[in-house]
């Protein structure tokens, strides 16, 4: 079990003002989009509808693996990556992360 290499992951909540097209679907993988970084998104809003889906907006989860990158960001400016350089969801206000 010494063997195991490290792989950093970032899970990022972000909470939309108004519902994002995800194409009717609630989860999907992401890749392709940079050459070391893939990851998974979820509408949170279908899939833990218990806890969200009484939100006014949509609650979208990201979760990013081999995301070094990403740890030395602070909140914002990963929000700016994932909605302007990766270009994974529309653009849209979000309210808090």
């Not at 609650?59 to 990158?69: C, I, K, S, T």
């Not at 969801?89 to 309210?95: A, D, H, R, S």
Request: hydrophobic fraction near 40%; proline fraction near 1%; aromatic fraction near 14%.
């Amino acid at each position: 079990m010494n063997n195991f290499d490290k792989v950093d992951v970032l899970a990022v909540r972000l909470w939309f003002d108004s519902y994002v097209n995800m194409d009717n679907c609630d989860s999907n993988v992401i890749a392709g989009f940079d050459e070391n970084i893939a990851g998974t998104f979820f509408n949170l809003n279908k899939l833990q509808a218990d806890e969200y889906g009484d939100e006014q907006g949509q609650v979208v989860e990201v979760d990013l693996y081999n995301a070094g990158y990403f740890m030395s960001l602070n909140s914002n400016a990963i929000v700016e990556e994932l909605q302007y350089r990766y270009d994974l969801m529309p653009i849209y206000t979000v309210l808090h992360t």
